[in-house]
């Protein structure tokens, strides 16, 4: 049966942006993948006889190591055809895949992003999450949002902890409104802006769209608290589940 290594190299050039490094002269087929901020090994692909896998057969098989975060997770896969205990990197819950089509290419391709992710430094994971739903507190005595809002639905605001392009923000106008106003998108991320006036504080600025924009009574401080147990918008935080659907 024809290995993925060559598909799998490929993949990962293309998603991941790297290229296979062989370190070892007697190994000339284990390939070496890392990520390009913190040097770590996300990937290991080998070969290796048959039979030092537990196989019946001596002949060279492709496998595909990965780390898994979860440990008790890593020692169920490794009891499944087609998984096995990390060959020669069995610390740190490392799991070897094989290549030859037990494991389909798919399913390999999801363990390999898992491996990545648990790997990647803060500032991969954050740049790699999936968008999230924020509130952020607006404070009406400092800034003009609406005033803003009614000559463009494109605003600079100050940047977030945490916030990427791409997420949604919920804009709580401080008292005396008190509650969500706006919901926007955030286009634009680390806008170089240092600020400072003794009372408001940044370093750098983001873009956030106009997407829609919820009555006074709504979303008051009191439905927040009562209904979704908000109690405070001091800055930016996530939401539950049932708040993003509500404001959605």
């Not at 942006?17 to 062989?22: D, I, M, N, Q």
């Not at 803060?122 to 607006?138: E, G, N, V």
């Not at 800055?235 to 589940?241: D, V």
Request: with cysteine; net charge positive.
């Amino acid at each position: 049966m024809k290995s993925y290594r060559e598909q799998l190299f490929a993949y990962i050039k293309k998603k991941y942006k790297a290229s296979p490094e062989y370190l070892w002269r007697r190994y000339p087929g284990y390939a070496v993948f890392r990520h390009q901020d913190n040097q770590k090994w996300f990937a290991l692909i080998m070969d290796v006889p048959g039979n030092k896998l537990g196989l019946e057969t001596e002949e060279m098989v492709d496998i595909l190591n990965v780390k898994i975060p979860d440990p008790f997770l890593a020692d169920i896969l490794a009891r499944q055809e087609g998984f096995f205990p990390g060959y020669h990197i069995r610390k740190g819950n490392w799991l070897s895949i094989s290549l030859y089509g037990v494991v389909s290419f798919e399913e390999i391709c999801r363990w390999l992003e898992e491996g990545y992710m648990a790997t990647a430094s803060a500032k991969t994971k954050q740049a790699r999450r999936p968008a999230k739903d924020w509130i952020i507190p607006a404070n009406p005595k400092y800034y003009d949002v609406e005033a803003a809002f009614s000559k463009e639905n494109e605003i600079n605001w100050k940047q977030g902890r945490g916030i990427k392009t791409g997420d949604t923000v919920f804009l709580y106008m401080a008292a005396p409104v008190s509650a969500i106003l706006y919901k926007c998108k955030v286009t634009k991320t680390d806008i170089p802006s240092p600020f400072d006036n003794g009372k408001v504080h940044m370093t750098s600025l983001m873009k956030i769209k106009l997407l829609k924009r919820y009555k006074p009574d709504q979303f008051t401080f009191d439905v927040l608290g009562e209904k979704y147990g908000i109690h405070a918008v001091r800055g930016p935080r996530g939401i539950p589940e049932s708040l993003s659907e509500a404001l959605k």
